[in-house]
């Protein structure tokens, strides 16, 4: 029965087809509980919690049963060793890499840091809400401990760190991503010195004042059907964090609304749309594949990125876009555009709190993380030194010395869930975003004319063609290379915000 | 890894925590299919289907795996032949009998079965719009032919219509359905004769005219908090075709709206609630074993029915709803309770369509489909009959004749997914709800007073004691024993609906 019970019809059709078959199951149970996901966030009453968690466990347990079945690795063997197609071959490839890290883990290991991880979340809020580290210390020893013993049975001779980020970004090599994230560092903490030296004043009050809920949800629509949303494929609605998921047939949104930040709502509509879009843009015929799928963390961020910052924080979309805001809120009558343009791009100079970062000094909360991360992994830092080392890092590379841990190591909840080498890719995403955009541009030329009209389908049909309709086909160096010409760099992105925030606040080096 | 891709940890613990682990893992992939065709009927996008076709496909294949597996069929052999507590063998006995008839039904069959199914859906469709039964008939000889060949495959000696039967109501033999159906046949036909012949002229006009949308939610709300329905564990939404499903932690109402057809909505409502509290009503200990989920259709209608007829029909409820009606809709301030008890209540005597039918007439409805799909299935009648068939017996037992198969044999939707043997239950819903409410009365006194008061804890109660708590520790004929100290009989349903028409309709030999 074992072939029956992890792939029905493993004894029908050639070896292809046999392991089809079964990559569709697996992608099929993910989807399902992606499903569970999203009701449990955004539909479920307040007491589902118990059901739902076992129904969730169940489903993974079944995948994880399904990838590492002895057929599973028998299949792999033998197509290896056939002559496949090019997309066939990715496919084994994609699958390989996931079998191989799955069942080099034993499954005790598996179920002690997934255990450990559900109890740190409770442990790391009380910490947080008590401003004591020392609660959440052991905590994140034993967590760092058992990442080690992760990384160990996956590869005992790599850097521990780089197996670990390579779970959110497998085919970006760690020193690529380190030399990427050195650079930002370098350049942004001058040009951040260098504005808040700078004595110009940005209008940033355009969206002070307090704006409706229910008026926010309707505008959050007309960005989603200004921006070219398919509502036939998707749907919006609200939750506490926002995110997107589903698949090419069915791409959901979430947003949130606070009375007093329209702002943040239409941006987080903005970023959640780009993940949506990258998704609808998959192709159909791949669905349950690899090919039908979404390349990994940073790409799905350049797509959010690319439409948040460089669409949504431009000039011309506000031009575009203010007066469908006025429809909305009459009160926004007197903003200009380039009012709305400033205050969707001031920089703080206070700012401690990574979600509330600014498109410019997020990236040194970033690298603040992943410096830390790194050397805890590594071994080279003590997890009793975090918060030390935490402060003296803010006060050096943003000129702030966070007060408290609350608002200093205990303010993200990546580590209290084992995420360790998470963080990267979100600046590696916005790197990317500018280094496509530019691309874009330089196919099909400047975009701000069409952003000014409210005309978003050239710079979409360039994404679809050239990141969305690939899935998973190509490693992401390749997508790259092949989508811009060149290797991952950070050049773009920053000669994007140098030029921006030079501009915008009249720096004369920059 | 058979018995691993099975029943994961299926290697620890005794023999009944293995198969009390794979029990919960099958429920567990059941439940989870229930979220995503909820989701599918209520807020999918249009064109989410293909991906969620598939993946329901593959949870409903992995179920079937885990139920058929040969572990299954070894535990079940070795925990028959050891000595367990009452509810251990309970759980035992269900699955058992879900083993042996899923195992002796090979797979092409089940898959044949489905995919006929689902071609003869858009076929029926048509045929009922261009009301031509001859476009159908070729469909449903084909569904009838595989359907005596599922049958005789689980049981080659049995009447394949008491077999087909048992899929819906496996505890009910069909000698005590046809008994109760006839039954309500002989005593139902005069009753509803002398009723067309009686002058008495009801007010049937109370809910009469148009009641927005919104209003009507807002009024259904209305009637789940007045019922006591639990929102921390539940829900209401809209679709087109109402249903409740879910678990004890999480049991969800749709109903729908027709701004001319408040009351359809109200005891729709009623209706759905019903079942969701069964499902409420079910003992949180026991989720994930049949311990746990509820007992089969009959039981399951004859919790609606109850709510809807017994509760929801009744004078003392307007007498406590009207009030709260008449704070959504002002236009009802002239309708009596009276009025309102009487529009709720008033037996068609032109009606051929079931889903429109009163509580009384319904019934004939459903003898009408049992007589023909039971005689279909034994070989007795001809596909190429049933247009005449069912025509004669409209007018024989409800006076009525269908003069298109339309508004006839073609306007249910059961026997084109091939459910033969679903109909009955819908009657022996009625007939136990009249059983159960009897014995409740008998227990605690007549409700009139409580539900005059919107008080409805006293006969919730009894039946949380008495239905829900047990889920399937009993066989159904054993549950209805302990509840009410008698077989299943149309007693009671008889003399309810004797003494609540013969009254309303001022009918002298009743």
């Given at each position: 029965m074992a072939t029956d019970q992890a792939?029905?019809?493993?004894?029908?059709?050639d070896a292809y087809e046999q392991f089809e078959n079964r990559v569709r199951r697996i992608s099929n149970v993910g989807n399902a509980a992606g499903i569970l996901r999203w009701d449990q966030e955004?539909?479920?009453?307040?007491?589902?919690?118990p059901a739902r968690a076992q129904q969730l466990s169940t489903l993974s347990s079944l995948s994880h049963e399904l990838l590492t079945a002895d057929e599973t690795g028998q299949l792999l063997d033998e197509l290896e060793d056939t002559d496949l197609e090019d997309e066939q071959a990715a496919v084994v490839r994609e699958i390989r890499r996931q079998y191989d890290r799955e069942t080099s883990v034993p499954q005790e290991l598996v179920e002690e840091l997934s255990a450990t991880a559900s109890n740190a979340h409770p442990t790391w809020k009380q910490a947080r809400e008590e401003d004591d580290f020392e609660q959440f210390a052991p905590t994140l020893e034993k967590l760092v401990e058992l990442k080690r013993e992760y990384a160990a049975h996956i590869d005992?001779?790599?850097?521990p760190y780089a197996v670990l980020f390579a779970d959110y970004e497998p085919y970006i090599d760690l020193e690529t991503a380190e030399r990427v994230l050195e650079r930002l560092r370098e350049k942004l903490v001058p040009l951040i010195d260098a504005i808040q030296e700078s004595d110009a004043d940005l209008a940033t009050d355009a969206f002070a004042g307090e704006f409706d809920d229910d008026d926010q949800e309707a505008l959050a629509r007309d960005v989603l059907d200004s921006l070219g949303y398919d509502w036939d494929r998707g749907r919006l609605d609200t939750a506490p964090h926002p995110f997107s998921s589903g698949t090419q047939f069915d791409a959901r949104v979430t947003t949130r609304f606070d009375e007093e930040d329209l702002l943040g709502s239409i941006t987080s509509t903005v970023h959640e749309f780009g993940h949506a879009n990258y998704t609808l843009g998959l192709?159909?015929?791949?669905?349950?594949t690899p090919l039908g799928e979404a390349r990994d963390l940073s790409v799905h961020e350049s797509q959010s990125r690319l439409w948040e910052?460089?669409?949504?924080?431009s000039r011309p979309f506000w031009e575009h876009f203010l007066p469908v805001a006025r429809e909305r809120f009459p009160s926004l009558e007197d903003v200009t555009p380039e009012a709305a343009y400033e205050a969707a791009n001031q920089v703080y100079d206070d700012n401690l709190i990574r979600v509330e970062a600014d498109e410019l000094t997020y990236h040194l909360h970033i690298v603040i993380r992943f410096e830390i991360e790194r050397d805890l992994i590594r071994g080279d830092l003590d997890v009793s030194e975090v918060p030390q080392v935490w402060n003296d890092k803010y006060e050096e590379y943003l000129g702030v010395r966070p007060e408290t841990d609350a608002e200093g190591c205990l303010q993200d909840i990546h580590w209290s869930h084992g995420d360790f080498g998470y963080f990267p890719t979100y600046s590696l995403g916005s790197v990317l975003a500018a280094q496509l955009y530019a691309a874009a541009e330089d196919d099909r030329g400047p975009f701000d004319e069409e952003i000014r009209e409210g005309e978003f389908d050239d710079l979409n049909g360039w994404l679809r063609e050239h990141i969305h309709q690939h899935g998973k086909h190509f490693v992401t160096p390749e997508l790259i290379e092949r989508a811009t010409?060149?290797?991952?760099?950070a050049d773009y992105f920053l000669e994007y915000v140098e030029s921006k925030y030079g501009d915008l606040y009249e720096l004369e080096d920059y």
């Open positions: 792939g029905s019809d493993a004894s029908e059709g955004v539909v479920m009453p307040d007491e589902g919690t005992p001779d790599a850097d192709p159909d015929e791949g669905y349950g910052n460089h669409v949504g924080r010409g060149e290797e991952l760099t």
